[in-house]
């Protein structure tokens, strides 16, 4: 399935409650049957697939018919209190399955779970099973505790789960695409983020089984990961063998990249208080790293920065981006947006609209804020914008991160992009469609040339629109 990039997106909605949808000629020969759906970040997709390795270990294959599941599994996130709407929301569509089914378990993972706990039992009667994201190992367990009619919690947070050892199973895959997790948790307690407290602290991933994944998967026909953490930059893992070197970041998208020149890399999210100089040279340096950064600033005034906590300030992001821009020319940058943060005044907003208007972003998230109970503002500030000023706000970020955006995808117009297929257009199965380097959703019209999915194309850009650029193969 290709995902294809919508100009603007105050939130990516395309893959909330995914599905899983076994690849086409998935046989189940399992005895019972999962059904899971993930919302949120991609961190969450990423662990739905872990979920399903550990799942088909224990005798579970996977469907993405809900009225055969012998278990419902939803992944949850609790960034925004809509989110968390969502799921209770989806939570009572499946009440009518399990009074047809009284054997079927229902099972909340991910962040609300964490957040919740067993409240989520006692709120959401039909639930049987609540886990945490440092918990997954546990569900066989928990699982067979559910059969016999007992609940089953465990929101137990890890300072060293990783999963590591877990290959995952790739759901809903193109074939070409993938996610790596390199990381997991948080350590930077923003002020307005739950994720801390429901995804635990910082660690990070055993550097070969990272390599080994990224391995695997381009044997398998895979040509680009995304390597996955909330703060890649401050990856750090040490080896146990006497006198091993620390591997940073750096090193470790240097040695992803030596693999093969043929596979792509992507990464997500970076920090712009620890993005480094060396990151930016070695992306410069390999071709196969995409030149395409995703730095959420979150605000443009630097009192707003201060109360959330970013730890650093609207000129210090301002040089991050002048030193990317001047390292890697011509990469792609994205962010995240919060309108309507504690105390924020016409005067925070503006300066927010003047740093968009500075950094003209090619892709934006943007959201206003939403209060998360637990958090250091929940505790520390009131909630003080009133809703109709944070969605006019948001509105205005929006409507100028349009006009950048649709101003990116025309300064690609005549020049040619190397085009990494994904698979058919979205409207067409006459038309190729794949992403350029820098992360533009590319449409062009297929040849009798032997090109499929996974190959790479020379495509010269013809004309676009705010979301697509359309173009022609070239020799
Ligand atoms: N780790 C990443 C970072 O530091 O930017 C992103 C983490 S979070 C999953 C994704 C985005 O959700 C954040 O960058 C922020 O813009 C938004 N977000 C987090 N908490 C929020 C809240 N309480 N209200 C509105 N948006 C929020
Ligand atoms: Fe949340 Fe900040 Fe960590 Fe991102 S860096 S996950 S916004 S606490």
Redesign the pocket.
Known sequence: MLLEIAPVKIHDETRQGESFAPAEGYVNEFARKFYIESY??AMNFADSEVVASILQGEGFGATRNVEEADLILVNTCS??EKAEQTVRKRLTEFRSLKRKNPSMLVGVLGCMAERLKSKFIEEEKLVDLVVGPDAYRSLPALITEADTGQKGVNVLLSRDETYSDIAPVRLNSNGVTAFVSIMRG?N?M?S????PFTRGRERSRDAHSIIEECKTLFDQGYREVTLLG??VDSYHWTSNVTDAKPVTFAMLLEQVAQLSPLLRIRFS?S?PKDITDEVLFTIAKYENICNYIHL?V?SGSTRMLQMMNRTYTREWYIAKVNRIREIIPGCGLST???TGFCTETEEDHQDTLSLMEYCEYDLA?M??????PG?LAARRYEDDVPEDVKKRRLQEVVNLHRIHSLKSMQKEVGKIAKVLIEGDSKKSDQHWAGRSDNNKVVVFPKTNNGLDKGSYADVIIESCTAGTLIGKLIN
């Not at 307005?192 to 994720?195: A, D, L, P």
């Open positions: 949120g970040c960034i925004r948080c930077n923003c307005f983020c739950v994720v909330q703060n999210t920090h959420p979150q995240d947006m919060i998230y959201y206003f804020y939403s209060e998360r958090t």
